[in-house]
């Protein structure tokens, strides 16, 4: 079962411009973390934020985090094309449940140049 | 090595045979995580490995599939008798803080196709 729902599924941009992904989830977690994956290949680990934080920064990536909403989002500035790739959030169920770490279907972004 | 490594990175097989992939994982990582991702979609939660054990298999999809970790390194998914739907990336990720609250490391994944 999949637990994060990425919206928008698909976002093109041109670069420069910030780029906006939201992540909503079911459960009660301890932490939610975005990753990234370009086409083909793994995916790579981007940002963790935990649950009793509400925003954290990490270069050019920007992520907040609302519990009360079950929901969380990510923001690029400053887009380039090599940010082209699909982004996935991923939660725990602090509950105990099982699934393990589970992902959303993904953003698939594209930059324009 | 420096990273996870999968093996193959590619597999054709006909239905209903008995399909072996590989994953190795970053060294010292305790935690071996298995995946699997079908286009279009995220990826899909089947297997934990806490060192040598299977600390939470409630992800694989049926009995087909089984996977070891026998001396708690690398690991090996296997699937027997191969069905269309088995068709799909399988990814591999391992982690040194284990349990699903930390960072996962991903190999490049195995691409099963099952013609």
């Known amino acids: 079962s999949q637990q994060g729902e990425e919206d928008p599924q698909a976002l093109s941009i041109q670069e420069g411009e910030n780029a906006t992904m939201n992540c909503s989830y079911k459960?009660?977690?301890?932490?939610l973390q975005w990753y990234r994956q370009n086409s083909g290949r793994g995916l790579v680990h981007l940002i963790l934020?935990?649950?009793?934080?509400r925003e954290k920064h990490s270069g050019r990536l920007r992520v907040t985090l609302d519990t009360s909403k079950k929901s969380s989002s990510l923001l690029i500035t400053a887009s380039r094309a090599a940010d082209t790739a699909s982004y996935f959030c991923?939660?725990?169920?602090?509950?105990?449940?099982?699934?393990?770490?589970?992902f959303g279907k993904g953003t698939h972004l594209i930059i324009q140049p | 090595g420096a990273g996870v490594s999968q093996t193959p990175s590619n597999k054709v097989t006909e239905k209903g045979k008995y399909v072996e992939l590989r994953c190795d994982p970053i060294?010292?990582?305790?935690?071996l995580y298995w995946y699997r991702q079908s286009l279009g979609q995220g990826p899909e939660f089947l297997i934990y490995?806490?060192?040598?054990?299977?600390?939470?298999d409630s992800g694989l999809p049926n009995d087909r599939f089984f996977a070891v970790r026998p001396e708690g390194s690398v690991s090996t998914l296997k699937i027997q008798r191969t069905e269309r739907g088995d068709s799909a990336v399988y990814l591999c990720?391992?982690?040194?803080?284990?349990?699903?609250?930390?960072?996962?490391?991903f190999g490049e994944g195995s691409r099963l196709t099952v013609l």
């Open positions: 060294s010292g990582h305790t935690a």
């Open positions: 934020i935990r649950s009793n934080e």
């Open positions: 990720a391992s982690s040194s803080t284990g349990g699903y609250t930390g960072e996962l490391f």
């Open positions: 490995f806490q060192g040598t054990g299977a600390a939470d």
């Open positions: 459960t009660s977690i301890n932490n």
């Open positions: 991923a939660t725990d169920d602090s509950g105990g449940g099982a699934d393990g770490l589970t």
